[in-house]
């Protein structure tokens, strides 16, 4: 009985230890990414690929579903982005509501003829909409049948976008003006070809919008909302600006995405049935590259050019971090083969051994900590000191790690103009690990029981409170 | 010893110093984060303090009194030894010059250089290896000026092993010596990126050079898609045609990208003598985005002679969709020889076929 429960404290020792030296190497790794990052950027004039007549052309599609309440302001972010050569591509993925009828009077919108060459599989395209005002001539409008899943409607954009490079956002997110530059920017400046690029997404609960763009940036006040903006910022900064350095980015999240549509195609575009669908989608170009043994890169970008509304209510935010936690296992358990096969180099070496270790399995890993925890105290087999210093080191690590991904944060740009804000932002990282964590943890274990017992998952709705609507003509804020 | 170290209290001491680092980082990210908000800070109330005195001197100076040198700086009464104030002014003398042209523009750049910002990019030029920025705003500052760099210093610059530091040299030569540095920069060009090149070639369309130079002769199809791209980019700016050096580069096939550019190149140059030649390079290729690109540039050259390889393109209904809409598009190109072409595809498609010609005739639709 000893040599077992000293073998399971070995494993759980072991797994920390290793997540530990993770945790360095991405804290050293992520410095250096952005440092690399911001030296570039610095040493170039912004106005060279916005003044450029030869730059790449960019498809933004934008999927909406039922979002009548923003989709006219949100339309209009879109089409005053910054950038020499880009069409818009909305979807109106069977919207229920007066989505489309919106767009058409707001637009001046009328039905054109069209035949499209289903290039990747999505529901049945009805009809497709130009505006007759020539200052909307790069805003297409796609009207198709309810796919049941925001892949679907990626896919049908796909298939109506003209130009070599995809942007997927969503229709409710507010983009910075210089968004297509930047991405744009990294594409150009890799040495290898760039398959997918990625940026900061952080939330927009609090901030003020005017006109579809973002005015000023805010901490959110709802605390779930806060909670996630410093969870995205950590995973943004320090995570995926840390496997930046190695070109091992596991995900390009599907709130803002540029990807090379010729690889996105060769791909299958996305999955439909799949509840994580961004990361999927990564993942299988990253495995058709491997396949066709061409060189790639998957590239991530530090500045925020993304505002997103985070779900501020706590069933909502467990049902999106279900999905997300059963979009995960579906991936480790379709694309196994790629676990530490040499021929997916370092995908199957690094970026998806991670994945399965330290992602999916660290909620289980963490439950059955705190059982074995619990069994120890209960046989009196634990050494209390001990055990009281390791939880306050793990405590101040985290705190640090988030405090650290604030200060990178900061390096970049400093998006709070108030120093309240950042100041709340750091005594938030003091909370969550007892408030925030836990329903995290929860959420991924239930996700993760139901998919194994195959539950049919159901989207629902996330009601939009029209936070991004326009400030008062008085320039007053809310 | 290791043993006893960890039976004993090796562990709990092990912790110890990772917690105690732990807080150490942490205090030392609250510091940093207080820093950048105090750097923020002393920057924004600096330039709120320079920046109305900055302003009425160089309205007063430059704009009314048109002075063109000797500056009475001293009026301005600012530290330019503090660091924090040169950037101020520097940054707030930036925005003016990029604003004011012609004379004035001149004299804002000698009350740039009068107030020691050519002598301190100089300086920053000399320590390049440790100031990868500083070195490439001097250099774009010393180029807006229009200063002199020793050429020494120049050639070592060039020959930097960071790509930023050449791209900023050779856009550096294009702005102040122009067609005379072409030999000069496109022989030692290496290592650039897409957007390095992108950079140069706006560097070069924005002088006034009007475009006598052959970019041609630099084609060479063991240089990167990137370096050959730039002279393709240039050639198509300032219609220099040269079939001979872009069907080596093609021939050669390297890169398919590179290829690609080319056949775009030959296209918008207008290569009519090619035509042939890229009727035999349709039929042999395989690459989906070649065929497409040679469509488009037998489009471009609207000779009539490829009508019959456009139709039945259009007319195959195995074909790829684009490749398709491609062909239509460039028979459309092709008036008036393709007219009757045209008028007969129009009265023979099928209803999917001729939807497909409402959508590319139709007058709100733009891009393909």
Known sequence: MKHFIFSIEFIFGLYCLLLLIVYMMLFRMSSISIKKNLRKRNSRRIQTLLESEIAPGVSIVAPAY???????????????????????????????????????????????????????????????????????????????????????????GINVASFPYILNTDVDCVLANDTLVHLMEAVLDAK??????????????????????????????????????????????????????????????????????????????????????????????????CENDEKYEVKYIPQTLCWTEGPDSLKMLTRQRIRWARGLMQIIRSHRKAFLNPKYKRFGLIVFPYNAIFEFLAPIMEILGIFFYVYLILTNGINWQMAILLLVFVYMFSIFLTSFSILLDNYVYKYYKRRQDIVRLCLTAFIEPFLYHPIIVYSSIKGYVQELFGKKHAWGEMKRKGTLSPLPSDGTKK | MIRSFFEGDGWPMIVWIALVLSFMFWTACLIGICIFYYRDYRYRSHYTRIYPVLRDFIYEHVLIANTFNHFPIEKLS??????????VVRQILHEFIFTIGGEKGRSM??????????????????????????????????????????????????????????????????????EQAFDRIFAGIYGISELDALDIYQSIVLTDYVGAYRFSQWLDDSKTC?????????????????????????????????????????????????????QC????????????????????????????????????????????KHAYRSLIAQKPYSTSCLRKLDNEVESDDDKLIRYINHPMVHYF
């Open chain 2, 281 to 324: 390079l349709f039929h042999k290729e395989q690459d989906l985005n070649l065929k497409i690109e040679i469509i488009k540039a037998i489009g471009r050259l609207g000779q009539g002679k490829s009508i019959d390889l456009l139709e039945t393109i259009f007319k195959d209904k195995n074909s790829v969709l684009v490749l398709r």
């Open chain 2, 226 to 278: 990137a370096v050959n791209s730039l002279y393709m980019d240039l050639m198509v700016y300032y219609q220099q045609l040269d079939e001979e050096e872009l069907w080596k580069l093609i021939m050669a096939r390297k890169e398919l990208r590179t290829v690609q550019k080319a056949i775009n190149a030959l296209g918008k140059l207008l290569a009519r003598a090619s035509e042939d030649q890229l």
């Open chain 1, 192 to 289: 290898e070809r760039v398959i997918a690029v990625g940026a900061t997404l952080r939330m927009s609960n609090s901030s003020y919008v005017d006109s579809g763009m973002l005015v000023e940036a805010a901490l959110p006040k709802p605390i779930l909302a806060r909670f996630q903006e410093m969870e995205y910022i950590r995973s943004y900064l320090l995570g995926k600006m840390g496997w930046n350095y190695l070109n091992c980015i596991p995900n390009v999240s599907g709130g803002l995405g540029l990807f090379d549509k010729e690889i996105l195609i060769a791909a299958g575009g996305y999955d439909s049935q799949s509840l994580g669908e961004d990361m999927e989608m990564v993942t299988r170009m990253c495995m058709t590259m």
């Open chain 1, 66 to 156: 039922n979002e009548s309440v923003t989709i006219v302001n949100n339309v209009r972010s879109l089409m005053t982005l910054f950038y020499p050569r880009y069409e818009v591509v909305i979807v109106n993925d069977g919207s229920k509501d007066d989505t489309l009828q919106k767009l058409i009077q707001e637009f001046d919108l009328v039905e054109v003829d069209f035949l499209v060459d289903y290039m990747v599989p999505c529901k049945e395209i009805k009809a497709i909409y130009k505006s007759r005002d020539i200052s909307h001539k790069r805003l297409t409008i796609v009207d198709k049948v309810n796919g049941g899943s925001k892949a679907d409607a990626v896919n049908a």
């Open chain 2, 109 to 178: 750049r000698n009350l740039f250089n009068e107030m020691g910002f050519d002598k301190e990019a100089q300086y920053e030029i000399r320590h390049s290896a440790k100031h990868v920025l500083a070195t490439v705003r001097s250099l774009s500052d010393l180029a807006l000026m229009q200063v002199n760099i020793q050429d020494d210093i120049l050639k070592q610059l060039l020959g930097s092993p960071r790509v930023e530091i050449r791209v900023a040299a050779y856009k550096y030569l294009v702005q102040v010596e122009g």
């Open chain 2, 78 to 87: 600012l530290d330019l030894d503090k660091r924090i104030v040169r950037k």
